[in-house]
């Protein structure tokens, strides 16, 4: 079963930066659009950003020029970098195909202290 591994989050103060990354097992994913998601405790889960496969990318308002999408095809991986935290960004963080979702991973808790 392919199974989604998203890694690098913890806690940073505000005005902080992370980069977190998403790799999958057993699917190559430079072929699919891929999206990274947060879901904050009591909240609906959101769309953050997503790339397609040519590099293409598209950005929720609310991280529009703090966060940058990217992939490395080569690795199989896609990344999220986050500049200038704000503790509303606190989150559990997921990466997934935006359409068609596979089955979603464990995430990577985001912190942000003010």
């Known amino acids: 079963q392919v199974q989604l591994v998203e890694s690098g989050g913890g806690l940073v103060q505000a005005g902080g930066s992370l980069r977190l990354s998403c790799t999958a097992s057993?699917?190559?994913?430079?072929?699919?659009?891929m999206a990274w998601y947060r879901q904050a405790p009591g909240k609906q889960r959101e769309m953050v950003a997503f790339?397609?496969?040519?590099?293409?990318?598209h950005y929720a308002d609310s991280v529009k020029g703090r966060f940058t999408i990217s992939r490395d095809n080569a690795k199989n991986t896609v990344y999220l970098q986050m500049n200038n935290l704000k503790p509303e960004d606190t989150a559990n963080y997921y990466c997934?195909?935006?359409?068609?979702?596979?089955?979603w991973g464990q995430g990577t808790q985001v912190t942000v202290s003010s």
């Open positions: 997934n195909r935006l359409t068609t979702p596979m089955a």
């Open positions: 057993q699917r190559t994913l430079s072929i699919y659009v």
């Open positions: 790339i397609n496969s040519v590099g293409a990318t």
